[in-house]
T-cell receptor, first 115, second 114 residues
Framework: DTEVTQTPKHLVMGMTNKKSLKCEQH?????MYWYKQKAKKPPELMFV???????INESVPSRFSPECPNSSLLNLHLHALQPEDSALYLC??????????????FGPGTRLTVL | GESVGLHLPTLSVQEGDNSIINCAYS??????FIWYKQESGKGPQFIID?????DKRQGQRVTVLLNKTVKHLSLQIAATQPGDSAVYFC?????????????FGAGTRLAVHP
């Protein structure tokens, strides 16, 4: 199994809603990532987990709350989002954070629309 | 600061032609580079990588060239096919808080015409 899965594929939410994005991988990777990607732009790093501990938070607003319940799962909890938060949210995983010479595997993303 | 950029935002080619997508990077200490392909509505897909101790690496129909002297990276696609139409991102390993992270270039859209 060499894939990263994400659910849901599409999500529409209001600014007062609470929702969660889910990511799963069964490659035994110990580093997991959340990225945000706006249209026609490259992915922007949001959070990195290494061995289920938050290692990097790229100054992301607190309305985004990541969680890593175990080594295979990564969640992104959303609350009180703004319309400008509408984007494609990508999850990725990698063997380990410290390994330089191996690639990140990306999931298909969740297309989020905030009304 | 660190940056990875692309010379051409859009590249149009005829089916069967070879394509060359270019990327410039600014951090001379970068030692690992990746090319990703992203089709519409999908996540980035790994194509090929190269370490800084190499100047060329070949895959199936793709070749990556690394010129460390001028800090330039290129992706060559041979016999381009309609299925190659996508946005291509180069990325380099950078540092954030003592950890490695990918720094992506702006992306090049490749449009393949029959």
């Amino acid at each position: 199994d060499t894939e990263v899965t994400q659910t849901p594929k599409h999500l529409v939410m209001g600014m007062t809603n609470k929702k969660s994005l889910k990511c799963e991988q069964h490659m035994g990777h110990r580093a997991m990532y959340w990225y945000k990607q706006k249209a026609k732009k490259p992915p922007e790093l949001m959070f990195v987990y290494s061995y289920e501990k938050l290692s990097i938070n790229e100054s992301v607003p607190s309305r985004f709350s990541p969680e890593c319940p175990n080594s295979s799962l990564l969640n992104l909890h959303l609350h009180a989002l703004q319309p400008e938060d509408s984007a494609l949210y990508l999850c990725a995983s990698k063997q380990s954070l410290g390994e330089i010479n191996n690639e990140q595997f990306f999931g298909p993303g969740t297309r989020l629309t905030v009304l | 600061g660190e940056s990875v950029g692309l010379h051409l935002p859009t590249l149009s080619v005829q089916e069967g032609d070879n394509s060359i997508i270019n990327c410039a990077y600014s951090n001379s200490a970068s030692d690992y580079f990746i090319w990703y392909k992203q089709e519409s509505g999908k996540g980035p897909q790994f194509i090929i990588d190269i370490r800084s101790n190499m100047d060329k690496r070949q895959g199936q129909r793709v070749t990556v060239l690394l010129n460390k002297t001028v800090k330039h990276l290129s992706l060559q696609i041979a016999a381009t096919q309609p299925g190659d139409s996508a946005v291509y991102f180069c990325a380099e390993n950078g540092q954030a808080g003592g950890y490695n992270k990918l720094i992506f270039g702006a992306g090049t859209r490749l449009a393949v015409h029959p």
